[in-house]
């Protein structure tokens, strides 16, 4: 299994990205896909999900902000970031639990880094 995270990148207060996460060895209609973030000193925490089932999930603090969608076609799930602020600066990864072994597999991490 690979998660392959992209679309990180510096930007502006106010401004907008959107990440991707490619999955091999996995399809991710059938799986919980997630996004989590780490600030430099903190904790990672969970950002947003996508079940299987097709719901969604998000933190209090990027709730109305950030949308995490899925392409079955592409076997891929991204992560659209509006209205980015420099709190939202962190390291972003994209993370599935194998539905069978409960093995954990993270992809690399994407840095965003959102300037004042």
């Known amino acids: 299994v690979q998660l392959q995270a992209s679309g990180g990148g510096l930007v502006q207060a106010g401004g907008s990205l959107r990440l991707s996460c490619s999955a091999s060895g996995i399809t991710v209609s059938n799986n919980n896909m997630a996004w989590y973030r780490q600030a430099p000193g903190k904790q990672r925490e969970l950002v947003a999900i996508?079940?299987?089932?097709?719901?969604?999930n998000y933190a209090d603090s990027v709730k109305g902000r950030f949308t995490v969608s899925r392409d079955d076609a592409k076997n891929t799930v991204y992560l659209q970031m509006n209205s980015l602020k420099p709190e939202d600066t962190a390291v972003y990864y994209c993370?599935?639990?194998?539905?069978?072994?409960?093995?954990?597999?993270w992809g690399q991490g994407t840095q965003v880094t959102v300037s004042s």
């Open positions: 993370n599935t639990v194998a539905r069978v072994t409960f093995r954990v597999y």
């Open positions: 996508f079940t299987s089932g097709g719901n969604t």
